[in-house]
C-alpha cells in the first residue's frame, strides 16, 4: 500500500514560515513528479510547486520568491519552506506524487490546513 504522509501545517502569523514535509512509503520503485497543490475554501485546487526526480522545479507565481521546493529522493520524500507567509496562502496543501509501483500511477496525500492570521 503506498501512502504519501504529511507533516508540517499550523497557524503561523503574517511574515512567519513553515516548513511542509510528505514522505511516500511503501514498495515504491520510482518517483518521477513530487509537488504540492492548495485548496483554499470556495477555491478551486492549485499546484503550487513541484519537481522531478531531475531536480527541475516550477512554482506558481504568487509563491515565487517566498516558497522554495526540494526533495531527499533517498527518503522519498518532498519538502515545501514557506516563508513570508500572506494571509491569502491560507489554505489546505496537499503532496502529489506520480510514482511507479507495478505501474505509474498518482498518489494523493489527506492534506495539511495551513492557516495564516494574525
Known amino acids: 500500500q503506498v501512502q504519501l504522509v504529511e507533516s508540517g501545517g499550523g497557524l503561523v502569523q503574517p511574515g512567519g514560515s513553515l516548513r511542509l514535509s510528505c514522505a511516500a512509503s511503501?514498495?515504491?520503485?520510482?518517483?518521477?513528479?513530487m509537488g504540492w497543490y492548495r485548496q483554499a475554501p470556495g477555491k478551486q485546487r492549485e499546484l503550487v510547486a513541484g519537481?522531478?526526480?531531475?531536480?527541475?522545479?516550477d512554482y506558481v507565481d504568487s509563491v515565487k520568491g517566498r516558497f522554495t521546493i526540494s526533495r531527499d529522493n533517498a527518503k522519498n520524500t518532498v519538502y515545501l519552506q514557506m516563508n513570508s507567509l500572506k494571509p491569502e496562502d491560507t489554505a489546505v496543501y496537499y503532496c502529489?506524487?506520480?510514482?511507479?509501483?507495478?505501474?505509474?500511477?498518482?498518489?494523493w496525500g489527506q492534506g495539511t490546513q495551513v492557516t495564516v492570521s494574525s
Open positions: 502529489y506524487a506520480e510514482l511507479f509501483v507495478a505501474a505509474w500511477t498518482k498518489r
Open positions: 511503501g514498495r515504491i520503485f520510482s518517483i518521477n513528479y
Open positions: 519537481t522531478t526526480s531531475g531536480g527541475s522545479t
